[in-house]
């Protein structure tokens, strides 16, 4: 009865965190918007690129097409994606336009389009990949690109460059060319930050190091850095001779302290730097634990 109970709680707060994640994503993306794209007239894809158009041209107020534009799509995504990923989504395309409306006399006095563009991108990607990181959408062309990445399998800042250059090459023929392709300058940055953002790209390296000499080497990790290790063993695809191949995770302070230990006391190992996108376990993400 407490395991369940336990497992309700956990799940409760894991749905929790999801809405806050969303929340305040959303935010992110409101204030990319009127802080940088909107007062540089660029209609960076979506709904937000359909909005600063109208508002260019009819002085519309870009909180109310968003709602607008958004309710045909938050119906399309019931029907497709499902009511939990909708639910999710209506908070998103709730809070996205109501950050506008609420921030719409906030001004940073940045008009220049390449800065615009690449910081307005910035902000837009960060605010993105956090709400799909609460697996949420913030409506708009954004659903359109969950759904995209939900039956292709794409990753969802490429979902994202697809759906917004469609929108932005289409605007190009009724706007300013030039203020198109900083647009397009725009959702390429969003794109790699969304990304980013969702990997949770670390500093961490993971450190591979194919040895004769595993003794030594495990005692270097051990003693130097107080790290970790997984040791296999691995055949030389030209000399058919075994070694020992030692997997190692470290932050970069300690992979730099590290190479430079190898260099000096096992300069015959074999050893490979790659970076780790991102570390779940004990002395990562847990605490470290010793046995």
Request: proline share 2%; aromatic share 10%; glycine share 10%.
């Amino acid at each position: 009865m407490e395991e369940v109970q336990q497992g309700g709680s956990d799940l409760k707060k894991a749905i929790s965190n999801d809405y806050l994640l969303i929340i305040f994503g959303s935010v992110l993306v409101g204030l990319s918007y009127n802080l940088f794209l909107l007062p540089a007239r660029l209609a960076a894809g979506g709904v937000s690129g359909i909005s600063t158009i109208t508002y260019e041209l009819y002085g519309f107020n870009p909180a109310y097409i968003q709602w607008l534009v958004n309710i045909p799509l938050f119906i399309l995504a019931i029907i497709l994606a499902g009511k939990d990923f909708s639910m999710k989504s209506l908070v998103g395309t709730m809070f996205v336009p109501f950050t506008i409306w609420l921030t719409g006399g906030l001004e940073l006095g940045v008009q220049d389009p390449l800065l615009s563009s690449i910081y307005g991108g910035i902000i837009l990607g960060i605010g993105l990949g956090i709400v799909y990181r609460g697996n949420g959408s913030t409506g708009g062309t954004a659903l359109i690109a969950q759904i995209l990445r939900k039956f292709t399998g794409i990753s969802s800042g490429f979902a994202q460059l697809i759906v917004d250059g469609a929108v932005v090459l289409t605007s190009a023929l009724i706007f300013d060319f030039e203020l198109a392709l900083f647009a397009l300058m725009s959702i390429y940055v969003t794109s790699k930050v969304i990304d980013f953002v969702q990997l949770r790209t670390s500093p961490q390296k993971l450190i591979l190091i194919i040895t004769e000499r595993e003794e030594e080497v495990r005692t270097i990790i051990r003693d130097e850095i107080d790290r970790g290790l997984t040791k296999l063993r691995v055949t030389g695809g030209h000399s058919n001779r075994e070694r020992t191949m030692i997997l190692c995770v470290a932050e970069q302070a300690e992979a730099v302290y590290l190479k430079k230990m190898l260099n000096e006391k096992e300069p015959s190992s074999f050893v490979i730097f790659v970076n780790a996108s991102e570390i779940l376990g004990h002395g990562f993400s847990k605490e470290r634990i010793y046995e």
